[in-house]
């Protein structure tokens, strides 16, 4: 206590002197404040696999404190559904009437005819990544980044009913804006990056498909409702024809389509709902063609495609025109009559491919996806990952200042003022630099 109050005697008597000066000051209405500049660039961060993104908010080997954690070695595995829990049938898929929606929820993103499609970055799992959007728009030069784009952790269905707080601050931002889109990333299955093999991947969808874990995803859907962000984009079950995840479909796709169809059945089933669902392959063929994964159209409302830029040596010419590629995704989803989206993609295997980013963005110019959102870390990155300096070059002149919104133009030039050094605490509590006006001490007339 007397460390404390030596602290609040040495300190008290310039924190009056510099609220006096202020409160004089702003009262005459001879005051302005020069915002600070703009928050240096992220570290760099680690480098990970190829699209799958790891667990731990990137850049850190520590989760955020916002971040659920993992269960310990030591706690008990979920419980096993009971045995009548198979044999409830599948809810109705008929929609659910919902109350009109709010301010919030009411303009769908990319709809006004000023503005480009919209788009966003992965910048981390939790908070941070909301703090870094307005921090990438900045680099940007202002532009509009209207997607928040994050992922549910696959380690336990816990977590992949979203609880915990994880998806708050996401939700927060989404609902400041009408225009802006919040997409998640949704494991199909627990211990989804655990390489659990084959004939237990078969057995556990065949689980999913006769609603074995129903509850769960009602669970989610609750709470994303409740979260007021009702018309979240949900990746689900994303990158199933190949081999990384548990949720693939390789091992048994009529049970993998049974069982997406059963989880967009119970999550439409929730009052108040306005999900749209993202059937999301990786480009190319991979373990098996993705044409034979897709569960339908009345349970599918987009088709994206994670396009990284591999393998080596494959130029994007190859990319566009192999089996499966990103043609092969602008027909198919013509053809069903759905809009396309591109949740992951950068550089990878080609190095810092500036070549690659500029078609990349001129091929999402023209075919116009519903959304796109860039993997901002190394080795995909341009912002937060130093070791592509040419691509970012590239993606940054031309996204810069992109939909920046207008803001109103003062037709009174600001008046000269001189910076009042008070200290970085004092300007950090008010938002910037004191600037006295030289005429302040005129009397008015």
């Known amino acids: 206590m007397a460390a404390e109050r030596r602290w609040t005697k040495n300190r008290r008597l310039p924190l009056i002197t510099a609220g006096v000066l202020v409160s004089l000051v702003v009262a005459s209405g001879s005051v302005t404040t020069e915002s600070a500049d703009a928050s240096p660039r992220p570290d760099p961060t680690p480098t990970t696999g190829s699209g799958p993104v790891p667990w731990w908010p990137s850049g850190s080997d520590e989760p955020s404190p916002a971040v659920p954690v993992p269960a310990a070695a030591s706690d008990p595995p979920a419980p096993e559904p009971s045995a009548s829990a198979s044999q409830d049938p599948v809810p109705s898929a008929t929609p659910t009437e919902t109350p009109s929606a709010s301010p919030s929820t009411s303009q769908e993103p990319g709809t006004g005819t000023d503005k480009h499609p919209a788009f966003g970055a992965y910048l981390d799992y939790g908070p941070r990544g909301v703090t870094r959007m307005a921090k990438l728009s900045e680099w940007l030069g202002g532009a509009d980044l209207r997607v928040g784009h994050t992922y549910l952790p696959g380690d336990r269905w816990s977590n992949i009913e979203g609880g915990q707080g994880f998806l708050d601050s996401w939700a927060e931002w989404r609902k ?81 389509k049974k069982y997406w169809k059963r989880i967009v059945t119970v999550m439409r089933s929730v009052p108040g709902q306005k999900f749209r669902f993202d059937f999301t392959p990786s480009r190319g063929r991979d373990a098996v063609p993705w044409t034979e994964c897709y569960p339908g159209d009345d349970v599918v409302d987009i088709v994206g495609m994670d396009s990284y830029d591999q393998p080596e040596n494959k130029s994007f010419d190859e990319q566009v025109s192999e089996p499966y ?23 990878f295997r080609n190095g810092d491919n500036a070549e690659y980013m500029k078609r990349m963005l001129d091929w999402m110019d023209e075919h116009k996806p519903l959304y796109n959102t860039l993997t901002d870390y190394c080795p995909h990155g341009v912002w937060q990952c130093d070791k592509n300096p040419k691509a970012s070059a590239v993606y940054r002149a031309a996204l810069s200042g992109r939909d920046k919104p207008t803001e109103p133009v003062n037709p009174t030039e600001p008046p000269q003022c001189s910076p009042v050094d008070l200290g970085d605490w004092i300007e950090h509590w008010l938002g910037g630099k004191l600037c006295l006006r030289f005429d302040w001490w005129k009397p008015r007339s």
């Open 176 to 256: 400041e804006r009408d225009d802006r889109l919040f997409v998640l990333n949704v494991p199909m299955l627990e211990r989804n990056e655990e390489g659990v093999p084959d004939a237990e991947v078969r057995k556990l969808l065949q689980q999913g498909a006769q609603g074995d874990f129903d509850q769960h995803y009602r669970a989610l859907a609750e709470h994303l409702v409740d979260l007021d962000v009702p018309d979240t984009v949900v990746v689900l079950g994303w990158e199933m024809n190949g081999t990384t995840y548990t949720h693939r479909c390789g091992p048994d796709p009529e049970s993998w």
């Open 325 to 347: 590629g990103l043609q092969a995704q602008i027909d198919f989803a013509a053809e069903h009559k759905k809009p396309i989206s591109y949740p992951e993609w950068g550089l």
